[in-house]
C-alpha cells in the first residue's frame, strides 16, 4: 500500500508581536490615551510609525513611559521631566556635547573685537561668562554676544550710546534673575525636607529644576525683547518713516506671520 501520509514541514510560528497600538500601549503603561498622546504633543514621547492611519509603538515608547512614570513619581513637573530627557542620555536622547572652553582672547580673536573692549564689556555685564571661583569661563555663547554688539555698532550706535540704552534691562535681568533663583530655592528646600528624598533623588530633581528654571526664564526674556523691540521699531517708522520704509516693516512682519491680514483702518466721522 502506498505511503498516503506525506511530510509537511510545521508552518513558521510568528514572530513575536513588539509594536501595540496607542490603546494597547496605554492600557500597558496604566496611563489614558488622552494623557499618551499629550505625552507626545509635549515632545515627551517620540512620534510612533505609521502605517497608513494606523500609529504603531514599540518598546522605546514604553521605556520611556516607564521613565516619564518614574520621574514623576519622584517630584518631577512635565518640564522638569522635558529638560531631564533632553539632558539626559540615559533617557533614550543623545548628551549633547559639551562646549568647547574658551579663554577671553580666544573670544576676541573669534568676534573680532579687540580684547579690552572684551573686557569693558564683560565689566558692563553685557557679558555674562561663567565663574569657577576667580577663573572665567567662555563659550561660542560668548562670541556671538560679542557678535550681537558689532551688529548694533555697525548699524551707526556708538558703545556709550547701546550702554546708556541697555543699562536698565540689565539692572531689570539681574533683579528677575535674583528674584526667580529665590522662588527656585524655596523650591529645592521644600523638596530637600521630603521623607523620601535621597541624596541622588535630591541631585537628579535640583539638575532639572535648574535646567526648567533657566530655559523658561531666558526664553521669556528673549521673547518679551524680541517683541518689544520689533513694536517699538515699528510704532516709530509709522510715525516718522518714508513709504518705503514702512512698507520694509510692513514685508518684515508679513513675513514673520504670513497668515496675518493688515485690517483696514476704520472711517472717519
Known amino acids: 500500500m502506498a505511503n498516503t501520509n506525506t511530510s509537511t514541514s510545521a508552518p513558521a510560528r510568528p514572530s513575536p508581536r513588539v509594536e501595540l497600538r496607542a490603546e494597547e500601549l496605554a ?5 489614558s490615551v488622552q494623557l499618551l498622546r499629550s505625552y507626545q504633543s509635549k515632545g515627551l514621547l517620540p512620534p510612533p510609525r505609521h502605517e497608513g492611519r494606523v500609529a504603531w509603538y514599540g518598546p522605546h515608547h514604553a521605556e520611556r513611559l516607564r521613565v516619564i512614570r518614574d520621574l514623576k513619581e519622584r517630584g518631577y513637573t512635565l518640564k522638569m521631566v522635558h529638560a531631564a530627557l533632553m539632558h539626559d542620555h540615559n533617557m533614550g536622547l543623545p548628551l549633547d556635547e ?11 580673536e573669534r568676534s573680532g573685537l579687540p580684547a579690552e573692549m572684551v573686557r569693558a564689556l564683560e565689566a558692563s555685564h553685557l557679558l555674562r561668562p561663567h565663574r ?11 562670541v556671538r554676544a560679542v557678535r550681537q554688539v558689532l551688529t548694533l555698532l555697525g548699524a551707526g550706535m556708538s558703545l556709550d550710546e547701546f550702554l546708556h540704552i541697555a543699562q536698565p534691562q540689565l539692572d531689570t535681568i539681574e533683579a528677575l534673575a535674583t528674584r526667580a533663583a529665590g522662588v527656585w530655592m524655596r523650591g529645592v528646600e521644600a523638596h530637600g525636607r521630603s521623607p523620601h528624598r535621597t541624596d541622588e533623588s535630591e541631585s537628579d530633581w535640583v539638575t532639572a529644576s535648574l535646567q526648567s528654571l533657566v530655559s523658561a526664564v531666558s526664553g521669556l526674556v528673549a521673547y518679551n525683547a524680541e517683541r518689544a523691540v520689533f513694536n517699538a521699531a515699528q510704532a516709530i517708522v509709522t510715525e516718522r518713516g518714508s513709504e518705503a520704509a514702512r512698507d520694509a516693516v510692513r514685508h518684515e512682519l508679513a513675513r514673520r506671520h504670513p497668515d496675518l491680514v493688515d485690517e483696514p483702518e476704520p472711517p472717519g466721522p
Do not use: N
Open 27 to 31: 492600557d500597558q503603561a496604566g496611563i
Open 98 to 108: 559639551p562646549p568647547e572652553t574658551l579663554r577671553l582672547r580666544d573670544v576676541a
Open 132 to 142: 569657577l571661583g576667580r577663573a572665567a569661563r567662555y563659550s561660542d555663547d560668548d
